[in-house]
């Protein structure tokens, strides 16, 4: 938290912090900006907040706000984004060459020096951003270096860098709440084509999956917010905004089952109607006592997000999931139970994943694709997203992670390309199944009944010769320009 200042220094102009978000797919809110900006005491900082993805010309936008900057922040993940944030934070340096330029969020928390060789970026911030950015600032401020700040790796005026000790996991309850205010909320709403608001209410997570970053960045821990004021905060957000529905962007959002419950019932006894969505491990699922499954659904649960990765039981043993898919099945009884929409993403092509273990996934997707029209099923490829356990065994084996920033940012499975592990018959093979299932299975007009009978029959049967459908579609709609 901030420290009070003296009141001096309160009247004083307030210093101004430029945060950047880079042009990414999708429209979610820039919760990471939220959060550190939200953090600095608006007494003494104007946060200006630009989101790449809401602005036609996102360098004239970073251009005008450079002057009287304080600094220059970037929220950074791996993949695309760090193309457009490169691009922003040279355009900042060529400008304004002293402004100190910050990259925090996922890529830096995983290479924290590495990023630091690029010279546009001065300071890296790793993990939890709150304190970190908060002391950086004040100490920016008042002219001091960056030497024992916790948190941050810098560049030294002599070009070494130093990397400062990390900084422990705070509980997110005592950080100051998040002021949409500083984002231009109704353009989200437009841009989404609801009025759904994203919201965090917790961060990190206490599992191991090995092919997740967050044990590396997080270190297994998990801090959340206390329910009563949550569903205060929301109701407070409810009465600015008018929303239907809150999208919760939590990692797991079921991590502790009584605070959940407390939430549930918070939002019931308010009054609030609104639904939301929000994720759930399957192990979870089948612990959630029944009361709270229903006093979730009746404070307005609609979807849940339940990550399966594989259908599989040995493969989600090596991916240290700790799950079974018994357990997704049962979670999944529940959702059916209570009209709870579901998201069930899967990955294929781990490092040595065999052909019975793929068409495992694909049997599981089509199982649960056709319990109910409100059940996705989308099949990615494994990327070995850096500071994951998969990885370090990969690198180990001789797998080249890329090592600049330029090849990072084209490292990015939103593309949807495989990986080295995937041989171009299974290829054909996840591509056909992805395409057959969502044709077979997507609400469509009562002509392509027809079409969709046979896209059923082809999943079925394991039947994708001869897709004519598929070179059909890709004639007539071109592929998607992604990130
Ligand atoms: C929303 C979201 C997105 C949005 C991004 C929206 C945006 N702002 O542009 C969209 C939908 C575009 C997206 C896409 C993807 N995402 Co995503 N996404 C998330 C999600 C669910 C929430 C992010 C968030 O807002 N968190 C809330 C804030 C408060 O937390 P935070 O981001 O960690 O920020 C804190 C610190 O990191 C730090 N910090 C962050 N930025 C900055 C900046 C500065 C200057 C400082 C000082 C500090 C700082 O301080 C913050 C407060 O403590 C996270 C999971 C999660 N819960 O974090 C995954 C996550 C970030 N995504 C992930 C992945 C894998 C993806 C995809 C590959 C998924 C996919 N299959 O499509 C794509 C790839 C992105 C790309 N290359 O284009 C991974 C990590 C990837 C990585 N290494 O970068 C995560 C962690 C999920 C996971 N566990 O696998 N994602
Ligand atoms: S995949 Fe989900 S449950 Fe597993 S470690 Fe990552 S955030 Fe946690």
Same mark, same amino acid.
């Given at each position: 938290?901030?420290?009070? =200042?003296?009141a001096a220094?309160?009247?004083a102009?307030? *210093? ?9 797919? !999708?429209? #979610?809110?820039?919760? %990471? ?8 005491? =608006? ?6 907040i630009?989101d790449?993805r809401?602005?036609?010309d996102?360098?004239g936008?970073?251009r005008a706000?450079?002057? @009287? ?9 791996t ?6 944030a ?6 900042a340096k060529?400008?304004? =060459? ?9 890529h830096?928390?995983m ?6 060789l ?9 993990g939890?951003?709150?304190?970190t950015?908060?002391e950086?600032?004040?100490?920016l401020a ?9 948190g941050? #790796?810098v560049r030294l *005026?002599d070009?070494s860098i130093?990397? &400062?000790?990390?900084?422990? +996991?705070?509980p997110?309850?005592k950080?100051r709440a998040h002021?949409y ?7 989200y709403f437009?841009l ?9 209410s917790?961060?990190g997570?206490?599992?191991?999956? *090995?092919f ?8 297994? /821990?998990w801090v @959340? ?13 409810w ?8 999208n919760?962007q939590?990692e797991?959002f079921?991590?502790?089952a *009584?605070?959940?419950?407390a939430?549930a019932?918070?939002v ?6 609104i ?5 759930m491990r399957?192990?979870q699922g089948?612990r959630?006592?029944?009361?709270v499954?229903?006093?979730c659904?009746?404070?307005g649960?609609?979807r849940?997000?339940? @990550?399966?990765?594989?259908?599989s039981d040995?493969m +989600?043993?090596?991916?240290?999931k700790?799950?079974?898919i018994?357990?997704?099945f049962q979670t999944? %009884?529940?959702m ?17 994943? &065999?052909?019975?273990s ?15 029209p409100? !059940?996705l #099923?989308?099949?990615?490829y !494994? /990327?070995?997203y850096?500071?994951s356990? +998969?990885?370090?065994e ?11 920033l ?8 939103? %593309?949807?390309?495989p990986?080295p ?23 469509a007009?009562r002509a392509?009944r027809m079409?969709?009978?046979?896209a059923?029959?082809r999943?079925?049967r394991?039947?994708y010769?001869?897709?004519v459908e598929m070179?059909?579609r890709?004639?007539l709609?071109?592929a998607?320009? +992604?990130?």
């Amino acid at each position: 938290m901030t420290d009070t =200042p003296p009141a001096a220094v309160r009247h004083a102009p307030r *210093a101004k912090v430029v945060l950047y978000n880079p042009r990414a797919v !999708f429209f #979610t809110m820039p919760l %990471a900006l939220l959060a550190i900006g939200s953090e600095l005491d =608006p007494d003494l900082y104007e946060v200006v907040i630009i989101d790449g993805r809401l602005e036609s010309d996102p360098e004239g936008a970073v251009r005008a706000q450079l002057p @009287g900057a304080l600094c220059f922040g970037v929220t950074v993940l791996t993949g695309a984004p760090i193309s457009d944030a490169l691009r922003m934070s040279r355009l900042a340096k060529r400008v304004r =060459p002293e402004l100190p330029v910050v990259w925090g969020g996922w890529h830096p928390s995983m290479f924290a020096r590495e990023c630091l060789l690029e010279p546009c970026v001065d300071v890296t911030v790793r993990g939890q951003g709150e304190e970190t950015f908060t002391e950086i600032v004040q100490r920016l401020a008042a002219g001091r270096t960056l030497e024992g700040c916790l948190g941050c #790796t810098v560049r030294l *005026a002599d070009g070494s860098i130093l990397e &400062n000790p990390p900084r422990p +996991l705070a509980p997110v309850e005592k950080f100051r709440a998040h002021d949409y205010g500083l984002i231009p909320v109704e353009r989200y709403f437009e841009l989404k084509g609801k009025r759904q608001l994203d919201y965090i209410s917790s961060q990190g997570c206490n599992f191991r999956c *090995a092919f997740c970053s967050d044990p590396f960045v997080y270190g297994r /821990k998990w801090v @959340g917010l206390e329910p009563t004021r949550m569903a205060l905060r929301l109701k407070e957000l409810w009465e600015r905004y008018r929303f239907d529905d809150v999208n919760f962007q939590d990692e797991t959002f079921f991590t502790r089952a *009584a605070r959940i419950q407390a939430f549930a019932q918070r939002v019931v006894d308010s009054g609030l109607r609104i639904t939301w969505a929000a994720t759930m491990r399957a192990d979870q699922g089948v612990r959630l006592p029944e009361e709270v499954w229903a006093l979730c659904k009746q404070s307005g649960l609609r979807r849940l997000l339940v @990550g399966v990765e594989s259908g599989s039981d040995d493969m +989600l043993k090596r991916i240290r999931k700790d799950i079974r898919i018994e357990q997704v099945f049962q979670t999944v %009884a529940k959702m059916l139970h209570h009209r709870i929409a579901g998201h069930f993403p899967f990955i294929v092509g781990f490092p040595d994943e &065999n052909d019975a273990s793929i068409r495992a996934t694909l049997d599981c997707a089509r199982r649960l694709r056709a319990l109910s029209p409100d !059940f996705l #099923t989308p099949i990615y490829y !494994f /990327k070995p997203y850096p500071g994951s356990e +998969l990885v370090r065994e990969a690198v180990a084996r001789g797998f080249h992670l890329p090592e600049t920033l330029e090849a990072w940012s084209e490292f990015d499975y939103v %593309a949807g390309l495989p990986g080295p592990w995937v041989s171009a018959r299974q290829f054909t093979l996840v591509e056909r199944f992805k395409f057959f299932q969502e044709l077979g299975w997507k609400r469509a007009p009562r002509a392509a009944r027809m079409l969709q009978r046979l896209a059923r029959y082809r999943c079925a049967r394991d039947q994708y010769r001869w897709p004519v459908e598929m070179l059909l579609r890709r004639w007539l709609v071109p592929a998607e320009q +992604l990130s």
